[in-house]
């Protein structure tokens, strides 16, 4: 037998109970017999106590509805979990692939000023014989056109700093002059 035909048939018989201890009670009331009386009001209470125990029963069992609640939400909980796993995981992913980036990226970067740097460098030092050899064929071009003449010093002088050996000779003149007047 089905539990809820179970039910029925308990409520069904609470209440055939209920009917004829009420029935017994006025019976009881009408002929002043106190015994069917206090009997009619047992069986009313019984059948009263029975009914509420089928519905206590029935509420407390019959809770399809709740526990389809409680599937749906424990189904979107789960649901909410995945997606933030998925989600956990491809940023872990996007960071990965950043770090990945940003490691290439710096050393193509680190390549590539190496390479203007070498760059730099031969343009620095082919602009720098080219001023060189420039200078030297101005310099032949002066000397030949007898604007320059290497051999006496009239294009000017340069100015060096004076060795310990000049600066001791320097002195010695100072110290004699002044041994002398005394």
């Excluded at 009313?44 to 609640?69: K, P």
């Excluded at 602009?127 to 009239?154: F, K, M, S, Y």
């Excluded at 340069?158 to 010695?172: L, Q, T």
């Amino acid at each position: 037998m089905d539990q809820t035909a179970g039910s029925r048939a308990a409520a069904a018989g609470a209440a055939l109970v209920t009917s004829a201890g009420l029935s017994t009670v006025v019976f009881g009331i009408i002929t002043e017999n106190l015994e069917r009386t206090v009997g009619g009001a047992i069986f009313t209470m019984t059948a009263l106590t029975l009914i509420a125990l089928v519905l206590i029963r029935r509420w407390i069992t019959r809770a399809d509805t709740e526990r389809s609640r409680l599937g749906d939400a424990v189904r979107d909980a789960d649901t909410e979990r995945m997606r933030y796993l998925a989600a956990q995981a491809a940023l872990e992913v996007e960071r990965g692939r950043l770090r990945r980036d940003i490691a290439g990226e710096h050393k193509r970067l680190t390549a590539t000023l190496e390479a203007e740097r070498t760059a730099m460098r031969a343009h620095f030092e082919e602009q720098r014989a080219h001023v060189i050899c420039e200078t030297i064929e101005a310099t032949v071009g002066l000397v030949r056109d007898g604007l320059l003449n290497p051999t006496t010093h009239q294009y000017g002088q340069i100015i060096g700093f004076p060795s310990p050996a000049h600066h001791r000779a320097a002195e010695e003149p100072a110290r004699g002059r002044g041994a002398t007047r005394g």
